[in-house]
């Protein structure tokens, strides 16, 4: 499991944390990933415009934070997209915000939608949106750390035919997984899903109602975890190094790892890093000057 570690209490009665607080809790917490959730604006703040969509922000490309923004770009496409928002271009940015900036882990700032823009404010206030929002991030993160996702069977939605949303996507995935047809995979609960529900029910000796409930997704989710223990292990991959031409076994791994991390150096176009190469005195004063301007 996780333990959360929020930089600002979430009582309605809060007040405002300073970003060096926030900065101070998550490094004295010794946070293996921070990230910083908000919601976008666009315009004077008296008048909706047209500003929307989705992105996250890192402090510099090619590092662990980027691998974390794009498993949380991954999971947005399937689980907010789908309520109509938009993933930016690119949907992955560089900025120097201090809370990207001075935190010691790798860090993402994550820009939901717009709350400026009429549509995407209402989404905002919508339980359903908000939890497909949270889900995303405790995916992305889980992914990112080598961690099982797993939800509560009674935390799920009670779904029956007639409902459209992400939940059906997801049930319709996990009932072609165990060999039933849904029909499309479409997000919508019809006459298909609900036969491959109701097959599913009596096969798992539960009660055949074509409506998933707790004790329904219960039964979806050992199947699934019967299924996937079933399955051979995978072979570990080779541990490979900070690039293509730097092993991990390399005398100076970790170090290059680090300056990768760090901006300071993102190598070659063709992913190699060619250790033994002379640098100019230009190359060197870059790389001295972005370490510089890292640490403040």
């Known amino acids: 499991g996780l333990k959360v ?35 976008n604006a666009h315009g004077n703040g008296r008048e909706w415009t047209g500003g929307r969509g989705y992105e996250t922000y890192v402090y510099a ?22 309520f109509g928002v938009p993933l930016r271009t690119p949907p992955i940015k560089a900025a120097a915000f201090y809370v990207l900036k001075h935190t010691r882990m790798p860090a993402v700032l994550i820009e939901h939608a717009f709350h400026t823009n009429k549509e995407e404010c209402a989404l ?17 993160v889980c992914g990112h750390l080598g961690i099982p996702y797993e939800q509560s069977a009674a935390l799920r939605p009670v779904l029956r035919r007639g409902d459209k949303d992400q939940a059906v996507r997801e ?3 996990a009932l072609k997984k165990l060999g039933y047809d849904p029909g ?18 009596k096969a798992a000796r539960i009660a055949v109602d074509g409506v998933v409930g707790p004790q329904t997704w219960g ?17 570990p991959a080779a541990k490979s190094g900070p690039f293509n031409d730097v092993p991990a076994d390399h005398r100076f791994a970790a170090a290059i790892a680090w300056a990768k991390e760090q901006g300071i150096t993102q190598g070659y176009g063709d ?16 790389m001295l000057y972005r370490a510089l301007h890292r640490q403040g």
């Open 184 to 201: 499309p995979i479409d997000g919508i609960f019809g006459e298909r899903t609900e036969q491959a529900v109701r097959a599913f029910q």
């Open 124 to 140: 905002l206030k919508r339980d359903d949106f908000r939890q497909a929002c949270a889900e995303h991030i405790a995916r992305a």
């Open 171 to 173: 049930l319709q995935e």
């Open 219 to 235: 039964a979806i989710e050992a199947a699934l975890a019967a299924k996937q223990e079933a399955k051979p292990a995978p072979k």
């Open 271 to 286: 992913g190699t890093f060619r250790p033994d190469q002379p640098v100019t005195r230009a190359e060197v004063v870059a």
């Open 61 to 82: 490309y090619g590092g662990q934070a980027e691998k974390l923004a794009r498993r949380l770009v991954e999971e947005a496409e399937r689980r907010i997209k789908p």
């Open 5 to 39: 570690v929020l930089t600002r209490p979430c009582t309605a009665d809060a007040k405002d944390v300073s970003l060096s607080k926030r900065v101070q809790v998550a490094n004295d917490a010794g946070a293996a990933v921070f990230v910083s959730i908000h919601s």
